[in-house]
């Protein structure tokens, strides 16, 4: 029993790992269905997994378990370059639904 323990261990600390990687695998599917179900290409995406600087507004009601990406896209309809918050995962679980992406642009128009 003894030696099994450690085995345990490694085998429980593997599946968390691949668990999280496979999140946010998924989130970054998700961010690039979106991007392209909206004729974007996106340029520049950094995840919230470094710690990156939200608004309050997305602080307070982001769950742990939802993925924030600050992304910088080209716009194929207008021909500019748009920066935008993506909140991706539902609320309680996080889970990385077609319809759970929630958009803040930055520059509205």
Known sequence: MAKA???????????AIYLTWRHYANARA?????????????????????????????????????VVYRVSVYDETTRRIRTAWVRLGTRWWGVMEGDAVEVRWEDVG
């Open 5 to 15: 323990l450690p085995l345990l261990f490694l085998l429980f600390l593997a599946g």
């Open 30 to 66: 998700l961010l690039q269905d979106w991007a392209d179900a909206n004729r974007l290409r996106i340029l520049h995406a950094k995840s919230n997994a470094g710690w990156l600087p939200m608004p309050l507004s997305l602080w307070f009601t982001t769950s742990k378990y939802q």
